[in-house]
């Protein structure tokens, strides 16, 4: 996909209805179907999905910035990036590209959860500043084995980092 990887080349824009089918890699079905949800969002201003991209075009990693959530704060969700691709910053890219655009509506903080299950993620947010401030339950669709859709809940951690400088 990224033959002779460059970090360089990577392109952080808008991911778009157009882009569904291209994201598989980010989670099951139900998941998609989240994010087209979210995409219905954009339009009011409410919300941006962002999409970082290779050479190619592809979307090889994404995530949302949600403004509704939290008058100081832009909250990032469904930050994912291949697997294949993980490790090489492209999600540091993604996310400090998030923090450029939440710094510029005016927010003071930018928000993300992580579940206690994902150290590699939390280590991720932790090096790029992120401190926990509290613990909250959440709740989301997902898929067991069988197939089956259901109500997925946890208590997960928020953390949040000032970016009201770069």
């Not at 994912?80 to 005016?106: D, F, N, V, Y």
């Not at 401030?133 to 898929?143: G, H, L, S």
Request: aromatic fraction near 6%; charged fraction near 35%.
């Amino acid at each position: 996909m990224l033959d002779g990887f460059d970090l360089d080349a990577i392109v952080i824009d808008e991911l778009t209805a157009d882009d569904l089918a291209r994201i598989a890699w980010s989670g099951s079905p139900v998941h998609i179907r989240s994010v087209a949800r979210k995409l219905e969002r954009v339009a009011d201003g409410s919300l941006e999905y962002l999409a970082a991209r290779g050479p190619d075009g592809e979307p090889v990693s994404k995530g949302l910035i949600d403004y509704a959530r939290n008058d100081d704060a832009g909250t990032l969700e469904q930050l994912a990036t291949r697997a294949e691709l993980m490790s090489r910053g492209i999600g540091t890219k993604l996310i400090r590209e998030a923090e450029r655009r939440i710094r510029e509506r005016g927010k003071r903080w930018a928000v993300l959860s992580v579940e206690d299950n994902n150290p590699r993620a939390r280590s991720l947010y932790e090096r790029l500043g992120y401190v926990e401030y509290a613990r909250v339950p959440d709740a989301w669709d997902a898929v067991n084995e069988q197939g089956e859709t259901f109500r997925y809940e946890t208590v997960v951690p928020l953390l949040r980092k000032d970016v009201r400088t770069p």
